[in-house]
């Protein structure tokens, strides 16, 4: 596949057709009242019906078939909620065993569980497919594929590869939406121009396009797609209203606001947010182990304060789709477009990106004080995803420090009941959690924080236990 980023070369972006100044006026006072009707009289999409049409702005919205490129931890969740409130649904995945295995009711998603999927294939109104002749006559077709990093610049061929792709399907009054992570501009300066391309069309105009960023958090059973507010957008009014329209039918509340860029910078505020608290929160807690301080009881006793405060914990590093790389499009947006640093951001990925390390050193530190030596020492890691209580293993924290472990000379063996086996890093055993494999082993660290897990059993038993996740107590543990 091939990239606008990639390589020596770069595609020419189209310049931004943007409304006049009367025009965006217009446009931000329609939003305004756009969204407190919506905050007034939002609807519960539990009640919504097949077929039911929805009004908004005097516009009769209505979609019947809906086309979702990429069914991964984004797109099946909204694929399977689609399906649930009424629309006929293509799941369009380029991985040919994932449709496999979705069409034969096996899903690979927390979030999704197989009787959840089997329903809806039962239905007859959801199809897993790799070809894109199956999205003809589509009237909504959202794309979330992967954003990845490639050497700190954005990858967007996933995205061009799904804009090609559709493209020659796209048809008079469709709507377009982008829910991948990306940098302010990319609907319109990048899908854009591929869509038109491909079809003969034009957005404004012929059809609808926008952009929606998605808000999943894997593995979380309070906040799910369903009743998570949706941030919408369109390029223009009519297609705010349609993509609204479409949201309105699948979650509990959306969020309109006056662009494309708006909400693609909505999205890249949430994790650059968290990227840099956690930055701070993660050379605190380096700094407070020099300093002879409980960092944890410090941050238990600040969240004591009812205002002004957040607590963010610290861990071996941060990982997923996310943190370890949505900051960085708008820092590279920033260097590109004004030739400036965005300062915050990269020092928080400084000291993020140090964390495996440093975990690695403070177990090598431990082993030292009890007598053994990291190389042939046998460890036991509880924990390879990159959060609690999932398999996604994603630019997991957890994978770095173990690997590093490994090349250490290290017997690294890991518990970790939800990822799939072909995740596992080379040279890493995958063990259950039993009172042998602990007490057999030099060290146990925790470096995921699974409910499943049995601290209790652990921190009785091991010699020494690094805790990352403050999990465990006792005096054979040291917490990071």
Not at 45 to 69: H, Y
Not at 164 to 192: A, I, K
Not at 392 to 407: I, Q, T
Request: charge should be neutral; charged fraction near 25%; hydrophobic fraction near 40%.
């Amino acid at each position: 596949m091939s990239s606008a980023f990639s390589g020596g070369s770069r595609r020419a972006f189209c310049p931004l057709r943007s409304p006049p100044p009367a025009a965006r006026h217009l446009l931000r006072s329609r939003v305004r009242s756009i969204s407190r009707k919506r905050t007034s009289d939002s609807r519960n999409p539990s009640s919504l019906q097949p077929g039911d049409f929805l009004l908004l702005g005097g516009a009769r919205v209505s979609a019947e078939k809906v086309v979702v490129i990429g069914q991964g931890y984004v797109g099946l969740p909204l694929a399977i909620r689609a399906v649930e409130a009424g629309f006929d649904v293509v799941g369009l995945d380029v991985d040919a065993d994932r449709v496999k295995r979705l069409a034969s009711g096996e899903s690979f998603v927390e979030d999704i569980a197989a009787d959840r999927l089997g329903r809806a294939l039962g239905s007859g109104r959801y199809l897993p497919s790799t070809e894109y002749a199956d999205a003809a006559g589509f009237d909504v077709c959202v794309i979330t594929v992967p954003t990845p990093l490639r050497d700190g610049t954005p990858d967007l061929s996933y995205v061009e590869q799904a804009g090609n792709g559709v493209g020659p399907y796209v048809r008079r009054g469709c709507t377009v939406v982008l829910e991948s992570t990306t940098y302010p501009g990319t609907t319109e300066e990048l899908l854009r121009p591929l869509l038109e391309s491909a079809s003969g069309l034009r957005a404004p105009g012929d059809f609808h396009l926008g952009y929606s960023p998605e808000r999943i958090d894997p593995g979380n059973p309070t906040w799910r797609l369903e009743n998570t507010p949706k941030v919408v957008s369109g390029v223009d009014l009519a297609s705010l209203e349609r993509v609204d329209g479409f949201y309105r039918r699948i979650v509990a509340r959306t969020v309109p606001v006056s662009s494309t860029r708006v909400a693609e910078l909505t999205k890249l505020i949430e994790n650059t947010f968290r990227q840099v608290n956690l930055g701070l929160i993660n050379e605190l807690t380096m700094l407070s182990h020099h300093l002879g301080i409980d960092v944890w009881q410090a941050i238990d006793a600040a969240e004591t304060k009812p205002f002004g405060f957040m607590p963010f914990r610290p861990g071996p590093g941060v990982g997923g789709h996310c943190l370890p790389i949505d900051p960085c499009y708008l820092s590279w947006q920033v260097k590109r477009r004004l030739g400036r640093q965005f300062r915050f951001i990269e020092l928080a990925n400084d000291v993020n990106h140090a964390m495996p390390e440093h975990v690695t050193q403070r177990i090598m530190a431990g082993l030292n004080r009890t007598g053994r030596a990291v190389s042939g020492a046998r460890l036991l890691m509880l924990g390879l995803a990159y959060k609690r209580n999932t398999g996604d293993m994603r630019d997991s924290p957890a994978v770095d420090v173990a690997r590093r472990l490994c090349d250490l000379g290290a017997d690294v063996r890991a518990v970790e009941p939800y990822a799939e086996p072909y995740h596992i890093p080379a040279g890493v055993l995958v063990v259950p959690l039993t009172e042998q494999e602990v007490d057999a082993a030099d060290a146990v660290v925790v470096t995921t924080d699974h409910d499943v897990f049995d601290y209790d059993m652990v921190a009785r038993r091991a010699r020494y236990v690094f805790d990352a996740r403050n999990r465990c107590s006792g005096p054979a543990v040291e917490r990071l």
